[in-house]
């Protein structure tokens, strides 16, 4: 009976709690409730370029842009993410990033594969590349989030995974700079290790603050032949204090 019943939990795992609610799950994996909450933008714009949120009483029309992309243009276009930085869409990249849930990389790949196919402007997509982590977080952490990300949209999507970018600059964490600061902290941090070729890229990464990261790895691969670079993220981050313009 010990060995059938191990039979069984193979063939049918048994359910696991979603590690943000408790809820029973098929397997150690967000739970549905917790898929919609995640991904639930009431209340928020988001500007068209960069994709970063704004609350809804700042926003003007829909169909603009932020005052940032609007006084300097990013060498992405575009970046979408699956919500704000906000809830329980943060509580669960922490637990992916600083807690080892490497399973919720599934859900994940899921949801941005959903986001992808739910814009028709990433349809021209011939490649998938993943942010680059430096090597000291990837020995703390032991595994580059991003490549993950990436590694399991590729399967959904049917797409090439070409990790052609490295960083070669241990930056300061971007965590407490603001978007100048940021800028500066990444120019030069990033270099091709091979041409990606004349394709269009989407770069794949966890989250874009200000897109500091995005741009600079979006500019190597323009100036290296990529045709084009998009952007996919788990989340971007939320400005209250700026105002979208038609």
């Known amino acids: ?29 967000l739970c549905r409730k917790c898929r919609v909450k995640m991904t639930d933008r009431r209340g ?21 842009l932020c005052e940032e ?13 699956l919500g704000p930085y906000t809830g ?11 807690r080892g849930r490497r399973s919720l990389a599934d859900g ?5 594969a959903g986001l992808f196919l739910d814009h028709p402007i990433f349809a021209c997509a011939d490649v998938l590349v ?3 982590l430096n090597r000291e977080k990837i020995l703390l952490r032991g595994f580059n989030q991003s490549a993950m990300l990436a590694e399991n949209m590729g399967r ?6 070409n990790a052609c970018l490295d960083r070669i600059i241990n930056t300061t964490s971007q965590s407490r700079l603001t978007g100048r600061v940021r800028r500066e902290n990444v ?15 989407i770069l794949v990464d966890d989250i874009l603050t200000t897109g500091a990261t995005a741009g600079e790895c979006a500019r190597v691969l323009l100036e290296a032949g990529a045709n084009s670079v998009g952007v996919l993220t788990l989340a971007a981050g939320v400005r209250e204090k700026s105002v979208l313009s038609s």
Do not use: H, W
């Open 44 to 64: 928020f714009r988001s500007c068209n370029l960069c994709g970063r949120f704004f609350a809804e009483q700042a926003s003007a029309a829909a169909g603009s």
């Open 108 to 112: 994940f790949g899921q949801l941005m």
């Open 187 to 201: 120019k030069g941090a990033f270099v091709p290790k091979t041409a990606p070729g004349r394709v269009n890229v």
């Open 88 to 98: 329980e869409l943060k509580e669960a990249i922490y637990l992916f990033k600083y």
């Open 156 to 161: 959904i999507l049917n797409l090439p995974v």
């Open 1 to 29: 009976m010990e060995i059938m019943k191990k039979l069984m939990d193979l063939v049918f795992p048994p359910g696991m709690e979603c590690p943000l609610c408790g809820a029973e799950t098929a397997r150690d994996n």
């Open 130 to 132: 993943p942010v680059p």
């Open 69 to 81: 992309c609007r006084s300097e243009l990013p060498a992405f276009f575009p970046a979408r993410s």
